[in-house]
């Protein structure tokens, strides 16, 4: 899942599955920054994923971006296009003030966006927005990533204020 770009990643969380009530449990675990390996951990969360599965250091392909990392860039005003492509309805539940193209819009949209803009698409968890990244970078899209957990991930881990759905 990591190496593919896909999903949601379990870093920083621990899975526990009962088998006799076939049920899943997903817990926060806290960071240790007295361990030695977190320097490690750090830069294993910013590799940058290819399309193709390839794992690409150091090269604009396709990366992941944390709702921390993305926190991050908004306090410091960074030039950035937040792309929501949920529907509408999801929208008015809950939004980071991105711009709305439902994912089933973008492919007729898609000349509304800024090629020379970084751009940050997020969904409710990650399976749309990474529909739409290998969307726009089919249409030469370079400087594209999509929010890890999408708007959930948001919420879990930057506001909690925020209305869940």
């Known amino acids: ?49 290819h399309d193709s599965g390839g794992c690409m250091l150091g090269q604009k392909i396709s990366a992941e971006i944390s709702a921390i990392e993305l926190d991050d860039l908004m306090q410091d005003g960074a030039d950035i296009l937040l792309l929501d492509v949920r529907e509408p309805s999801e929208y008015e539940i809950c939004n980071l003030r991105g711009k709305l193209i439902p994912l089933k819009e973008l492919q007729d949209r898609i000349a509304e966006l800024d090629k020379h803009k970084h751009i ?44 869940r759905y």
Request: charged residues 20%.
């Open 120 to 163: 940050v698409v997020h969904c409710k968890h990650g399976g749309r927005s990474q529909q739409a990244v290998k969307l726009l970078k089919t249409h030469g899209f370079d400087n594209v990533s999509n929010l890890t957990g999408g708007i959930m991930a948001w919420i879990d881990e930057i506001d909690p204020t925020m209305l």
């Open 1 to 49: 899942m990591v190496i593919i770009g896909i999903g949601e990643s379990l870093i920083g969380k621990l899975l526990l599955f009962d088998a006799l009530k076939i049920s899943f449990q997903e817990l926060k675990i806290a960071v240790n920054t007295e361990c030695g390996l977190g320097e490690y951990q750090q830069e294993f969360n910013r590799l940058q994923y």
